[in-house]
Nanobody
Framework: QVQLLESGGGLVQPGGSLRLSCAAS????????MGWFPQAPGKEREFVAA????????YYADSVYGRFTISGDNAKNTVYLQMNRLKPEDTAVYYCAADSLSTGATIMRGSAYESWGQGTQVTVSS
């Protein structure tokens, strides 16, 4: 398992942008999937974005499609989540996760990921 460390969260006004980073302690291999899963207070953790590391194929929840972009830097073993046009309902702790046995069928399922970061708080408020 890799260890993951998120950064980049903070307080932003509605309509603003943030970029989250997730640095892995070890190499992210081509068969990995990397995902972002926010958890709002009183709610379950949910899927918003994932990337298949080898192919670069990306996946998004309908709620963030066109606003969020997931990307990866293989040389830095880091995955990013660019969040634009943020809304108050995007407020959550954002967790980065890694799935070392990724298949396309499970890439949007949090239960498929075995490594998780500590999370970074994103607050969207005026």
């Amino acid at each position: 398992q890799v260890q993951l460390l998120e950064s980049g969260g903070g307080l932003v006004q509605p309509g603003g942008s943030l970029r989250l980073s997730c640095a892995a302690s070890g190499r992210i291999f081509i068969w990995y999937a990397m995902g972002w899963f926010p958890q709002a207070p009183g709610k379950e953790r949910e899927f918003v974005a994932a990337i298949s590391w080898g192919s670069g194929t990306t996946y998004y929840a309908d709620s963030v499609y066109g606003r969020f972009t997931i990307s990866g830097d293989n040389a830095k073993n880091t995955v990013y989540l660019q969040m634009n046009r943020l809304k108050p309902e995007d407020t959550a702790v954002y967790y980065c996760a890694a799935d070392s046995l990724s298949t396309g069928a499970t890439i949007m399922r949090g239960s498929a990921y075995e490594s998780w970061g500590q999370g970074t708080q994103v607050t969207v408020s005026s």
